[in-house]
């Protein structure tokens, strides 16, 4: 399981959170948390602390949107945010060219790009929230306040 930990976007997105703080730590998981019910379930946390972190793309742009994992994303919302008419979900090939990682291990950092962040105020109800770290088995445990000043990501209600 610990080589899971030698992969590169687990080790990129380890540096980020590294240089944010020395103390947080990526948690291996034995089983998957590509979903956030599988990460609630393997951690014993609510699923609501769980951060999706949700790639969209406006055609010209992509927006990284880190949502509540008991909630959805609003397309109508995040249209209204950007002033944008086209907004969709971005294809998995663009996340990994985009974030550099895949799909179920997105994390809110390391990006290979950079891109926008919006945090949905959903996830304000939890101190303690989990994040991927660039593997579906690996999440690092950080505090709400922290992960907004860790990802630079402006607060807003972007779920339904």
């Given amino acids: 399981m610990n080589t899971i930990l030698e992969k590169e976007p ?3 997105a380890e540096k980020s959170i590294k240089e944010f703080d020395q103390n947080l730590e990526v948690i291996c998981l034995e089983k998957t948390a590509r979903t956030a019910e599988d990460a609630a379930t393997a951690l014993g946390c609510n699923v609501g602390a769980i951060v999706k972190s949700l790639l969209f793309s406006t055609g010209k742009s992509f927006i990284l ?3 509540s994992g008991d909630k959805r994303c609003s397309l109508n919302k995040l249209k209204k945010i950007l002033d944008e008419k086209n907004v969709s979900m971005a294809k998995p090939d663009d996340v990994k060219k985009i974030t550099g ?6 994390s809110p950092v390391g990006h290979l ?7 949905d105020t959903n996830l304000e109800r939890f101190k303690t929230v989990f994040a991927a770290a660039g593997h579906p088995n690996c999440v690092f445990k950080i505090e709400f306040n922290q992960l907004t000043k860790l990802t ?3 607060i807003k209600e972007i779920t339904e």
């Fill in 10 to 12: 687990v080790k990129r």
């Fill in 65 to 67: 949107c880190l949502v």
């Fill in 101 to 106: 990682y895949t799909i179920g291990g997105v």
């Fill in 113 to 119: 790009n950079k891109v926008k962040i919006y945090i």
């Fill in 152 to 154: 630079s990501g402006k």
